[in-house]
């Protein structure tokens, strides 16, 4: 989580200083472009090469009026690229094709689609700032619980960030959630009254079994010095296993009533 938010909140950072600014700065390029193409077709203009150059020295980089669109340092007198004064030799596509590629630019814009306007650009720095939040917490959550540890010795379980919890005081453990989530709930004894505290293998300690599955060890330990109620789940036999059970004589190996005592059904 800390890695993905802190990602979006560089991403978006970007594109509000840098990005959107920079892609407004190419498109008003591409457009002048377009516009030496259109005024290619003017007779006046095209009469020698000295007259084109002298009607491209003239024009100006078409800026939209909103300056927050664009990057700080534009020069929002610049003129068009001394490139368009190759128009006589070339088509307009394929000298912005040239220009683009030394500048590394797209060589496909839409200007009507494309422009990022200044209230867009305001809202990647927004999302930006949502966030580093969002990833401030991700670190605070991180580091607090690394900090924490459960602990289990002859004594009794420390949970988490809290004090030890004696064997002697355990009245019920519920593990009907440890073979599916890696949950179990402990029940004891606290002054006058009961307490519950949390056993969570998947926060602590983790299942991989390449690593030794260090939370089902951790969990075993417990249960070598829990005396107390454990509560499991029973999966139940449906009637036709029963039936089975009963041709071929298994009948007397179910379990007693006095046998699953301590058990509690999960409804």
């Known amino acids: ?48 090469q000295e007259a084109w150059n002298a009607f491209v020295e003239k024009q100006a980089i078409p800026f939209q009026e909103d300056r927050a669109m664009y990057p700080p340092d534009t020069d929002f007198e610049e003129g068009w690229p001394e490139i368009l004064k190759k ?10 094709k040239e220009y683009s590629g030394e500048k590394g630019w797209p060589q496909q814009i839409d200007p009507a689609e494309d422009v990022k306007t ?22 605070f959550f991180l580091v607090r619980t690394k900090s924490r540890v459960m602990k289990v010795s002859e004594q009794g379980y420390y949970p988490p960030g809290g004090d030890l919890i004696p064997f002697d005081n355990m009245l019920t453990l519920d593990k009907r ?7 179990a709930t402990l029940t004891y004894k606290d002054g ?14 983790q299942f991989k079994e ?7 060890a951790f969990f075993q330990k417990v249960l070598a010095g829990f005396e107390g109620e454990l509560i499991e789940l029973i999966v139940e036999k449906n009637e036709e296993d029963d039936e ?12 007693s009533d006095d046998e699953l005592s301590g058990e509690e059904q999960n409804d």
């Open 1 to 48: 989580m800390l890695t993905m938010f802190g990602g979006f909140a560089c991403y978006f950072l970007y594109d509000w200083k840098v990005g959107y600014p920079k892609k407004n700065y190419v498109i008003a390029n591409y457009v002048a472009f377009n516009q030496a193409g259109r005024a290619w077709t003017v007779d006046a203009n095209r009469v020698s």
């Open 87 to 96: 128009m006589d030799d070339h088509k307009r596509d394929d000298l912005w």
């Open 118 to 139: 200044s209230k867009q650009i305001k809202e990647q720095l927004i999302a930006a700032l949502v966030c580093f939040l969002l990833s401030a917490a991700a670190l």
């Open 177 to 183: 959630k440890w073979e599916t989530k890696g949950l």
């Open 192 to 205: 006058d009254g009961e307490k519950k505290a949390k056993i969570d293998g998947m926060i602590y300690g």
């Open 210 to 216: 390449e690593e030794g599955a260090p939370a089902e």
């Open 244 to 255: 089975a059970d009963q041709s071929i004589g298994k009948k007397d190996d179910a379990p």
